[in-house]
């Protein structure tokens, strides 16, 4: 099992940044692909950014890239998600995901297999 808990949102004005964090624990080797997803009400979740760890390699939905950098802290277990020039529109819940070795981890979100409660964000005009 794998557990992870989410922290950093907040409210913020159009233009500024925040910094989210995901303190991972349990079964991290077991672990494929880590990111971050959001939602917000009425629209489907989307994929924000995602990370193969041992690897390195990212992903950016179009919608967050160059303001968004996904990274990640081993010796702390902490995935990071610092977000900057914000937008209204990135105003959601943000989760953290982790999706395990021997999943279609890249296909869908739906084989995330982990998840966080989740953190709002709230970015005001």
């Known amino acids: 099992q794998v557990q992870l808990v989410e922290s950093g949102g907040g409210s913020v004005q159009a233009g500024g940044s925040l910094r989210l964090s995901c303190a991972v624990s349990g079964a991290t080797t077991s672990i494929y692909y880590i990111g971050w997803f959001r939602q917000a009400p009425g629209k489907q979740r989307e994929g924000v950014a995602r990370?193969?760890?041992?690897?390195?390699?990212?992903y950016y939905a179009e919608s967050v890239k160059g303001r968004f950098t996904i990274s990640q802290d081993n010796a702390k277990n902490t995935l990071y998600l610092q977000m900057n020039s914000l937008k209204p529109e990135d105003s959601a819940m943000y989760f953290c995901a982790a999706c395990s070795y021997g999943r279609a981890c890249t296909s869908t979100s739906n084989e995330f297999n982990y998840w966080g409660q989740g953190t709002q964000v709230t970015v005001s005009s």
């Open positions: 990370i193969a760890l041992g690897v390195g390699s990212t």
